[in-house]
């Protein structure tokens, strides 16, 4: 699972009101197919008891220091995983919609046995059904249940043993719509489980969907399960709908019947055991790009007017399959390898088996992900990992979630790493680090947090971000053979079943034979993380160059003293570098070194693996030659960083030098800096906004050159106006363009306007409202259904400028109620609801600056009726500042 949205929401608010690919490659070959596991009587996968040490019988004890947050003369809260009362072997589920009342017609037949003891009753989680019977398989005669619209206890009529199979057919209506209250988090907004979209196909820029969510446990607002991450069972799926959609759902498409009423009736068949809450069902009109790996059915799923774009949207999947069932030593295990993208989707994306969602955010023309190809990639590769960690082998409950979310977020290190370089993987874990770290202010919480308040609060910077920050520094303690031999061995041991972070460290020690107690205590089982001082000193007498570390990090649950193992790289003056290991065990500890000289820079933390905020007492002179000697991107990211925010008459030289770095990261980061366009530097400047290949560099390189307002520079943005340039890249040279030659920037925008992307549409707005005339009205009006998202916030903002630019009153007041309009429909989104209210509170500012009273308090009366009737706590909290 990987959310992106709320959060981006949030954060774009907040700074609004602060401010008043290549197709990947087929592969040919037949898969290494692994032997099927065995299944014991529990159906978990078996072992041969000869090989099973016994230590994976009974797992090393773990302590964990108590939190200050709970009474201490009780208990500390502590989440526990699922209690077996049955186990659910297979899952078959027969389903229809009803898109008129957004319900589901099922029939489900579940196949259990008690999970050990004996029982003559089974409760099962089925949310907010009518339930119309409740039978074994085959049979008339109902069963006696309880009912509470949250569980399902059904009598057996005798007890049956754990060696006895049954088998319990429910007849039922699902009501998604129908509850009082709903419920949802930050990382996934809504738990309804079952989604209609567009059911009525009112809105026509929007397509009918039906689709489903089941992380946490939502999938039992559509079928009755035991919704427990650490059950699982084998699953069938017969979907009718009419016949004009296509359905997805987990496994392969064994059959496709239709039927004389215009529906058709779609079979899936998952033959090999997943959890619950990874089941899904998607059905709408989706264009299906086929692709194939190792024998296996690779399939796209996308809007049909985005069906030439497919492969580009769901980048390098074929080569990403191979990589990572190469890195692993372990072929992905399932039957196929299907990806769709929905609307209206309540997260980033969810890796159900064999049949991943993204939401709509994925969903771009080739050009348009000329501007954000990595994001594309990085969730991906995120989902798929997921294949392997989370959904062959998962957490076995929501406290362990990382075992889960800290190996699909590492995935994305890795593809990075072997697609693009150590540069860009290097950069990709720096902002990794630093969400950890905003979210962990004061000192979070364990990664394995068994005390959480919520499970859905466990889909935090925790469980993703640091879960892959630590499982880098644990790559860099074994080193890399060790590892990946290590998580082979814990894919292979736990195969189809449910782990504990215990597991992982238990692989680990089998393969590297040391103990690892104290890495897994410390970083899966403590909380926060070392905040370092660090000084350098050097002894000319003795020869000897010294550095102190100290340890600053407080909280009542984070440790004092963090186990550090330390590479530390002595510099001499030419360059020559040693590299010496060492572990930190104090609060603050000095280590000493023989150098023949005073070195010319001592880089501690040299693989900059560790997860730490540090403060390093470098001088000026240290940082330019670690700038220009050391190997990372971490390196040569920090040396700018520290010559920047302390500029000395090194700084300029430096970040002229870094303007033609190896990395393209580094050389926006140079661009960025303030006082980069010298006069000397503007050469190599004006280079970069032709011919870098990277676009965000373009831009970054495009804007210096404009702020000078030099028109020589002109045939360099008219370069860059070509159909084959990124959005970002146009959008900035239309840009300067307008700065310096306005003229030409209004010719240059009527070749823009009926581009078939709304990327445009910020620069095309903000030119008009600075230039308002009443023949680009048409525009405003054509681009107003549209403005959603991001774009939202210029769109509206400069709509009112240019009504305000045009001067008709008439325009201004037919525009207010077009924004109120807006605003009060909760349809809308959070965006465009906010930036319509923005609006509004911006012309009423313009009219207090005029001393217009009536059109003031015309205007307080519509942002008062917004704010009474907004439901949406975080909207209101916003409107409130306005």
């Excluded at 319900?103 to 089974?122: C, E, Q, S």
Aim: negative net charge; hydrophobic residues 35%; proline residues 4%.
């Amino acid at each position: 699972m990987r959310s992106l949205l709320y959060t981006v929401l949030v954060a774009v608010l907040t700074l609004i009101i602060s401010c008043t690919p290549k197709n990947a490659p087929k592969i040919s070959g037949n898969p290494s197919k692994a032997p099927e596991p065995a299944w014991d009587t529990l159906n978990k996968p078996g072992m041969n008891e000869e090989e099973e040490p016994l230590e994976y019988n009974v797992l090393d004890d773990i302590v964990v220091e108590p939190q200050s947050s709970y009474n201490q003369d009780s208990l500390r809260p502590y989440n526990a995983s699922h209690t077996f009362e049955v186990d659910l072997i297979h899952t078959k589920v027969d389903i229809s919609f009803d898109w008129t009342k957004k319900r589901a017609n099922g029939k489900a037949t579940l196949t259990m046995r008690p999970w050990f003891y004996a029982t003559d009753k089974v409760t099962l989680d089925a949310k907010n059904f009518d339930i119309q019977s409740v039978t074994f398989e085959g049979k008339t005669d109902e069963l006696k249940r309880e009912y509470n619209n949250e569980q399902l206890t059904i009598q057996l009529g005798r007890a049956y043993t754990r060696n006895e199979e049954f088998k319990i057919t429910i007849a039922y209506t699902a009501k998604p719509d129908e509850r009082e209250t709903y419920g949802g988090s930050a990382a996934i907004t809504s738990d309804k489980g079952l989604y209609f979209i567009n059911p009525d196909g009112a809105d026509k820029e929007k397509p009918m969907q039906i689709w489903t969510q089941g992380e946490t446990e939502s999938n039992s607002f559509w079928m009755p399960t035991v919704d427990k991450p650490n059950e699982r069972c084998t699953q069938e799926m017969y979907i009718t709908v009419a016949d004009k959609y296509k359905t997805l759902s987990n496994g392969v498409l064994v059959s496709s019947k239709k039927n004389a009423d215009g529906t058709r009736t779609d079979y899936w068949k998952m033959d090999k055991p997943h959890a619950p809450y990874l089941f899904m069902m998607a059905v709408g009109d989706f264009a299906v790009v086929k692709d194939k790996w190792r024998g296996i059915d690779v399939d796209y799923y996308v809007e049909p007017k985005f069906e030439a774009h497919a492969r580009d949207i769901y980048p390098y999947t074929t080569e990403m399959l191979e990589f990572f069932s190469n890195k692993l030593g372990y072929a992905y295990p399932w039957q196929k390898f299907s990806q769709i993208i929905v609307r209206d989707y309540v997260s980033g994306a969810m890796e159900n088996t064999t049949a991943v969602i993204f939401g709509d955010f994925m969903q771009k023309t080739k050009r348009e992900l000329l501007d954000d190809h990595m994001t594309n990639e990085k969730v991906v590769a995120h989902e798929m990992f997921h294949h392997w960690f989370g959904d062959l082998v998962t957490t076995e409950s929501w406290a362990n979630l990382t075992m889960n979310e800290g190996f699909a977020n590492y995935s994305e290190y890795l593809w990075i790493e072997h697609k693009h370089g150590r540069d860009a993987a290097d950069e990709h874990l720096m902002v990794e680090q630093q969400g950890y770290y905003y979210s962990a202010g004061d000192g979070g919480h364990p990664l394995i947090h068994f005390g959480y308040n919520n499970r859905e609060d466990m889909f935090d910077a925790h469980s993703y971000n640091k879960g892959g920050c630590v499982l880098h520094m644990l790559r860099q303690l074994v080193g890399d053979e060790a590892f990946f031999a290590a998580l082979n061995r814990y894919l292979k041991r736990n195969e189809y079943t449910d782990v504990e972070a215990h597991e992982l460290r238990l692989a680990f020690e089998d393969v590297t034979g040391q103990d690892l107690n104290w890495f897994f205590n410390q970083w899966y089982f403590g909380s926060g993380h070392p905040q370092m001082d660090i000084d350098y000193g050097w002894d000319e007498t003795t020869k000897k160059a010294t550095v102190t570390v100290t340890q600053a990090q407080e909280g009542a649950d984070v440790a004092r003293v963090f186990e550090l193992p330390l590479s530390i790289d002595i510099y001499e003056a030419a360059g020559k570098v040693r590299r010496e290991n060492v572990r930190m065990t104090q609060r603050q500890q000095t280590f000493t070194f023989d150098c023949a000289s005073k070195p010319a820079l001592i880089n501690f933390d040299a693989t900059k693996t560790l997860l730490c905020q540090k403060n390093d007492h470098h001088t000026a002179e240290e940082w330019a030659f670690m700038y220009r000697n050391a190997p990372l991107f971490r390196d040569r990211y920090e040396a700018l960083e520290a010559l920047q925010a302390e500029p000395t008459d090194l700084t300029n030289a430096v970040f002229t030098e870094a303007l033609s770095d190896k990395y393209f990261g580094i050389r926006q980061q140079a661009l960025m800096a303030e006082g980069v366009g010298s006069p000397a530097a503007l050469p190599t400047i004006a280079k970069l906004a032709e011919t870098d290949a990277e676009p965000g560099v373009r831009v970054a390189a495009i804007n210096i050159l404009s702020s000078t307002g030099d028109k020589q520079y002109l045939p360099v943005f008219q370069k860059n106006m070509g159909s084959d340039q990124a959005y970002s890249v146009v959008s900035a040279a239309l840009s300067a363009m307008q700065k310096i030659d306005p003229a030409a920037a209004r010719e240059a925008s009527k070749t823009l306007q009926n581009d078939e992307s709304d990327a445009f549409t910020p620069v095309l707005t903000e030119l008009y409202a600075e230039q308002p005339s009443r023949e680009n009205l048409a525009f405003f009006e054509q681009k107003l259904p549209k403005a959603d998202g991001f774009n939202a916030f210029p769109f509206f903002d400069n709509y009112q400028k240019f009504l305000l630019g045009l001067g008709d009153q008439a325009l201004i007041d037919n525009g207010v109620a077009t924004f109120k309009s807006i605003s009060l429909n909760p349809q809308n989104s959070e965006w465009r609801r906010f930036g319509a209210t923005k609006a509004i509170a911006d012309l009423r500012n313009h009219y207090r600056e005029k001393g217009n009273a009536a059109k003031i308090a015309e205007l307080e009366a519509i942002l008062t009726e917004i704010k009474a009737k907004e439901t949406d706590p975080t909207l209101k909290l916003y409107y409130d500042m306005f």
